[in-house]
């Protein structure tokens, strides 16, 4: 047989991890990525990676409870063994980046530092100073140079993936990518094809994504018959910095710090917030949520930053939706010590000093829970079989999915922290996997006749060349995309409303239609960036209406989708016995909820429409529970719960065995 | 904030770019006018004359191409050389460089780089630089070893900073001993043949102020070290640190601040001694 390859596409920390572990296992490796691998989003991410270490562990802090606490925090949304693996390699993956010459912050001693994220009571996440994701891609790229310089791995940057090739069979054998210099369209014949894509946050116009964060190429591999679950959890960051052509994030240590959220009370008050006296000033957070004040969880701040503007018309400017995030009251030196790195990012791109103006800040869209749906093969205990062909295969044999590009890790809501960890966890498990699935074929794909590669890139060329030929003055892609990002942001964001979803769908059927008939302004062969935007933008309609259609059947609130018509409600009876009866009924309808919603949502693409329908979810190990957390009355309904489980032999909590396993030394060195 | 600008905010940009439609093509001037909006970057400057691609004089011309993915400051992609100082265009706020000069804004590719188009350079050289310079940790491999050397918060602070290169090149726009190399292709050259023989140029010619930091970063790692010989090789070989002459000009540019005569000055010294023990011991 000819020499086998895999074909990686994307070149982020999932991706990089990816290549890194097949090169180490023997296998010739291509990544394809529309940037130089070292400029991919993954940079972005400021925070930090999450992992149980030698410190929480003596506090009580174990893998189990990591595991615990992403599916409660994903409100049990994700199949449940993968997400144990990962927490269980969490932290042989910080080991494992340690070594890789990641300089994470240290302790006086000389160990990791780590700190505290949301959604645990541990501190688990380390960090390296402000760009944790930065330098986490660097060790990997690094890595991955080293293997070039090998002759292990050959790279294609500025190379566009156009789609999968799939033969008679359906199996995928390689794909068509085009250069984006010269814009020469070729086949890459490949015995796996890996993406590793990243999020879609440019079908929202701005995010606080990149800009290749387009989901061209899942979308690509969605069309040609790939499933695509759990579009509609999109995750939405409570404080962004409004920006002309970004949303940057603004951390929530602001918050933490002591940052105070306000809108003037008069509609858009012309005047300098400095100068609005404090009763005209309405800090809603801490009038509506005295107990929690500015530092409600996050999805609620998210929630009502959103209405003040949206619902209530309070945002401080007209045209664009904002409000007030105030540290002025704080002391400079205070500021500088505590915060000193965020507030220079917010000076650096405003122009404006935060410590004697007020930051305008308002929700952007974050991160992408959903993404092309995964398989796992399952061990009898509950963790995933390392070295199975199965996992993270999509529904089309051959074509694998990684990173933020897959649904797999984080159910209804990502926790903090916690991405950077599934990306690097999904590119090293993918590898073995792969290298069995290799084992299994009869034949190279470089051995398949060249008809079947030919013809792919034939309708690709055809595509482009169509669009080149297009006559002037038809429909501009930009004003298109704007068009689609603010649909897509007003209905598909924080608060979700059924009417308005279904108008939403019918408006982005109208732009999809429109959109096909764009005209391009350069019409050239030669790096032409508008013929790119615009089939990246053709191809964000098929996963913008995944993730309104998906939105519209789900009637619940799950995570980040939130619909106040279905929203489970708060007790109001202060009679206990009252109060006792009420919370049964609570505990009656969340489980008649769970029955009926605790499924994933997969989206296929046929005869170019949205076809819905639902799995069930793998919950075997921690059974789902409510999520009380602000909610009035908790105690009484996690009292009746506590019960109900009881009488059913039911673990209430997390569902932690009397003795908690250990992975096998097997697992561990694998 | 400088308030005093508030109130001379024009209503229209005007924007002055040098174009160039493909590599060895001759570079051209184009004026292009873009309505004020505040808060504006250069990239969104880019943005709107992507989506309306017509002159100052109102004439349809293909859109500007230029390069550029996280819009904060740490991806590196979108250097360009902006009121003739190199630096990021994301950063680039609009209000300041109005402050400059409020007749115009010119931007210019980078000039130490081969054009592809417009403001988009090859910057190949950049990166091929990090493999001659050996910029990893040697380890063995992927495996579960449990963790790496541990190391002071000394170590660390002083790590860090070099680590936060983002490959962005403006260090080498500035350098007076960095020049351009731009080959063209011979007539019958294979794609291989021509990437051969351009490595071989860039492999001869100077590393670049990025390059050598990065070698003492990984130099002073407690497993980089390991191979350390390696690196200092490099920064002995042709195109070496011998070069460089000290003006100083990478630091100033650098946007992310990295110490880079320090980084020059440690190379300078660990070259020395290297030379001097290979010297004895032959
Ligand atoms: C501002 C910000 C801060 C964050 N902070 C944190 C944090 O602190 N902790 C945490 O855990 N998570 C954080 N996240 C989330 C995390 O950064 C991302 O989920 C993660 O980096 C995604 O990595 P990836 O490898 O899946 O994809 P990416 O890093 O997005 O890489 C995608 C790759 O695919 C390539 N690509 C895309 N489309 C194509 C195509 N059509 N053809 C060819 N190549 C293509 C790109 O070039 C790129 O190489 C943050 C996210 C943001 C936006
Ligand atoms: S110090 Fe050296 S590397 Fe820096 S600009 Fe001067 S010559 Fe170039
Ligand atoms: S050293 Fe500074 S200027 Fe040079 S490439 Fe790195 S970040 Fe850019
Ligand atoms: S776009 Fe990444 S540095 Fe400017």
Redesign the pocket.
Known sequence: MAQQRVMV????????SAAMKLAELGIDVDL????P?K????????????SVNDQTRQEGDSEWKHFDDTVYGGDFLQHQPPVKEMAYWGPRIIDLMDRLGVPFNRTAEGFLDRRR?GGTLYKR?A?AGAT??QQL?YALDEQVRRWKGAGKVRMFEY????GPILDEDGVCCGCV?QDLVTMEIRAFPADAVV?????C?LIFGR????M???????S?AFQLGARYANGEFIQV?PTAIPGADKL??MSESARGEGGRVWVPRKPQDPRDPREIPEEERYYFLEERYPKYGNLVPRDIATREIFNICVNEGLSVEKDRMCVYLDLTHIPRKELDRKLGGILEIYEKFQGVDPRTTPMKIFPAV??SMGGLWVDYERTADGGLKIGSPRNHVTNIPGLYA????DYQYHGAN?L????????IFS?LIVAPGIKNWLAAQKKAASERPASLFDQAVRRQQERHDELLRRAPGGENPYLIHQELGDVMTRSATVVRHNAQLREAIQKVQELYERAKRCSLSDTGNWTNQNVVFTK?LLDMFPIALTILEGALARDECRGAHYKPEFAMPELKATDPVERRREAEQWCDRFEENTRRWLKTTIAQWIDNRVVLSYEDVDTSLIPPRPRLYGLVGAEVIEQVWRERQARRGQPAGDGKPAEERRPSQQVVRS | MSTPTVTSRPEWINVRILRQDGPGQPSYWQRFRVRYEPEMNVISVLQKIAADPRTAEGKPVAPVAWEC?CL?EVCGACTMVINGRVRQSCSALIDRLLEENPHEIELQPMSKFPVVRDLVVDRQRLFRALERVKAWIPVDGYYDMGPGPRQSQAAQEAAYPLSKCMSCGCCLEACPQYSRIELVRWEGETDEQFERRKLAAYDRAFLGAHAISQAILFNSHPTGKNNAAERLEALIGPGGIQLCGNAQNCVAVCPKEIPLTRSIGLAGRQTTIYALKKFFDK
Not at chain 1, 212 to 218: E, L, M, N, P, Y
């Open positions: 596409v994307g070149g982020g920390l999932a991706g990089l394809m990525s529309l940037t691998v400029r991919s989003h993954s940079v972005c991410a400021q925070g930090g990676i999450n994220f996440t960090f944790t994701g891609l190379w566009d993936f156009l990518g993406l590793a894509t990243g999020g946050g995010s606080t994504m990149s290749s964060c387009t989901g061209s190429a899942v690509r960051h940057r994030l974050h991160y990684i990173g933020e590009c990502r903090g922290a916690n991405s950077l960890l599934s990306c590119g990246a | 993915n904060e």
